[in-house]
């Protein structure tokens, strides 16, 4: 059976840090690119960034480029979301999910091109 589960989200100020961890088990997680989404009650989820199966490529949503960084150890089936200079409007669940291919496609921040999914956790950033 195929789990994905984040962990590390929690309550912080602006401009503090953040790192969120996603754990596999159950898959090959080196066969699948990953990534991560948020979303916010009302809104539709959206995509934070996509890593490729081996690291080399990665791509960011323009609202958290040069402040997130995605990165993976695909020897602990584990995925990371190291978030920097944390905004107000980061406060969001984030959900981390694992690509139906092995590399992030163009298209990578739509949701169908992922087959599995963890539960979320809840990131608030105060003033």
């Known amino acids: 059976q195929v789990q994905v589960v984040e962990s590390g989200g929690g309550l912080v100020q602006a401009g503090e840090s953040l790192k969120l961890t996603c754990t596999g088990t159950?898959?090959?997680?080196?066969?699948?690119?990953m990534a991560w989404f948020r979303q916010t009650p009302g809104k539709e989820r959206e995509g934070v960034g996509c890593?490729?199966?081996?690291?080399?490529?990665?791509y960011y949503a323009d609202a958290v480029k040069g402040r997130f960084t995605l990165s993976r150890d695909n020897a602990k089936n584990t995925l990371y979301l190291q978030m920097n200079n944390l905004k107000l409007e980061d406060t969001a669940t984030y959900y981390c999910?694992?690509?139906?291919?092995?590399?992030?496609?163009?298209?990578?921040?739509?949701?169908?091109?992922?087959?599995?999914w963890g539960q979320g956790t809840q990131v608030t950033v105060s003033s």
């Open positions: 159950g898959l090959s997680f080196d066969d699948y690119a």
């Open positions: 999910a694992a690509a139906r291919f092995s590399y992030c496609l163009d298209s990578w921040m739509r949701s169908a091109n992922y087959g599995y």
């Open positions: 890593i490729s199966w081996n690291s080399i490529n990665t």
